[in-house]
């Protein structure tokens, strides 16, 4: 959940479990984003967007995800961290809003990869396609005056690009509610 102001840290990570929602341990923040999902499922990568940083929460064996410690650490001058993903390499994906790109980082925060777009909002990142290493990324208009859309008349479209690690594969999920 988030602020939908964008002001006050009341945004807040949600559990399902078993019939039952439950508000996690995490600490509220004004805009939450991610989460990313590790291969192994023991890791979620939780993006606090104005924070400008990303923390790394090990997910017990019962679901349950505990303290973070610190992943990333971004500069605003470089855009604001928005939806993550991983790869089935363990890579987290970072879409960043105002920074006219993707990046991927490596388990130990190592950036790999930079894919720049002709619009300053990138919002997410999907890995599909037949092999999962076609990444749709998502951008936004929201934000953006009557000029600098004129001069990003692609703002809100998806992009392609391939990537060299494919995504993991989602397992569907029903819920009773």
């Known amino acids: 959940s988030m602020d939908n102001r964008e002001v006050h840290p009341t945004g807040h990570i949600y559990q399902w479990h078993r019939g039952a929602v439950s508000r996690t ?4 923040v004004v805009i939450t984003n991610g989460p990313a999902i590790s291969p192994d499922g023991r890791t979620a990568y939780l993006v606090d967007t ?3 940083s990303i923390a790394a929460h090990p997910i017990g064996l019962d679901g349950t995800i505990g303290a973070g410690r610190p992943f990333l650490k971004f500069d605003a001058s470089k855009g604001y961290p928005d939806g993550a993903i991983c790869d089935a390499g363990g890579g987290v994906w970072v879409g960043f809003y ?11 925060g190592t950036m790999t990869d930079e894919v720049r777009f002709p619009v300053s909002n990138v919002t997410k990142i999907a890995l599909g396609g037949d092999d999962g290493r076609t990444a749709f990324a998502t951008t936004a208009r929201q934000g953006l005056s009557a000029e600098r859309l004129a001069s990003q008349p692609l703002a809100g479209d998806i992009f392609t690009f391939r990537t060299d690690i494919g995504g993991i594969p989602v397992m569907p999920v029903s819920l009773d509610l």
């Open 25 to 28: 341990a995490v600490p509220p």
């Open 98 to 108: 105002g920074g006219w790109a993707a990046r991927r980082f490596a388990p130990d």
């Open 50 to 52: 104005l924070g400008l």
